[in-house]
């Protein structure tokens, strides 16, 4: 599993409400491991692809751009992280 960033400039309350408005047009099961961070700036996606051509793939595709815009999200800058060694889940 490979995961990369998706970094949102802007006001992080209406960029979190596009994300949740693009989270929501996802098919059920569609995300394995992702994460948003509201910052002093913006909001992080940290996401996770099945591999790194997959995350190569989405994260410059047509399809992904057009979901953006649709939600009106701005472009993100994008960095490629590594991947997924390990991860664990606790429930509070």
């Known amino acids: 599993m ?4 998706y970094h949102f400039d ?4 209406q960029l979190l409400e596009g994300h949740q ?5 996802l098919p059920p ?16 996606v940290y996401d996770t692809c099945p591999d790194r051509a997959t995350f190569d ?9 057009e979901l953006v815009a649709e939600v009106g999200l701005p472009v993100p800058r994008i960095e490629a992280l590594g991947e997924v ?3 664990e889940i606790h429930p509070e």
């Open 2 to 5: 490979f995961m990369g960033v």
């Open 10 to 13: 802007g006001d992080p309350a």
């Open 21 to 25: 408005r693009m989270v929501g047009l």
């Open 29 to 44: 099961g569609a995300l394995k491991i992702h994460v948003c961070l509201s910052t002093e700036g913006g909001i992080s």
């Open 57 to 65: 793939r989405f994260s410059s595709g047509h399809s992904f751009a």
């Open 85 to 87: 060694e390990s991860y």
